[in-house]
Nanobody, 122 residues
Framework: QAQLVESGGGLVQAGGSLRLSCAASGRTFVRKAMAWFRQAPGKEREFVSAISWSGGSTYYADSVKGRFTISKDNAKNTVYLQMNSLKPEDTAVYHC???????????????WGQGTQVTVSS
């Protein structure tokens, strides 16, 4: 069964770092673009970062550019999001997603994980 499982969330102080992981199971995710989205309480889900299936292209929301880094290990079917210099406004549930194209819109992704909570205290 195709499945995406996120891990690595937690509570961190402002300025700290976390690394999120998203493990994909099933051949459904071979040659798929991967992305991270986040949803804060009372807000809509927003794009954070995306990476092409080859890993050769990456995209970031302006709000995280220079602080977050997306990467993937195709041998492990895992995508990572290294988050540095975290801010309280980064607090959200972070979801990984998989799709055919490396896009910033949620509609481009067919598979979603349940999410992992990231809380940044001030």
């Amino acid at each position: 069964q195709a499945q995406l499982v996120e891990s690595g969330g937690g509570l961190v102080q402002a300025g700290g770092s976390l690394r999120l992981s998203c493990a994909a199971s099933g051949r459904t995710f071979v040659r798929k673009a991967m992305a991270w989205f986040r949803q804060a309480p009372g807000k809509e889900r927003e794009f954070v970062s995306a990476i092409s299936w080859s890993g050769g292209s990456t995209y970031y929301a302006d709000s995280v550019k220079g602080r977050f880094t997306i990467s993937k290990d195709n041998a492990k079917n895992t995508v990572y999001l290294q988050m540095n210099s975290l801010k309280p406004e980064d607090t959200a549930v972070y979801h990984c997603a998989a799709g055919l194209a490396t896009v910033t819109s949620q509609t481009g992704y067919s598979y979603w994980g349940q999410g992992t909570q990231v809380t940044v205290s001030s």
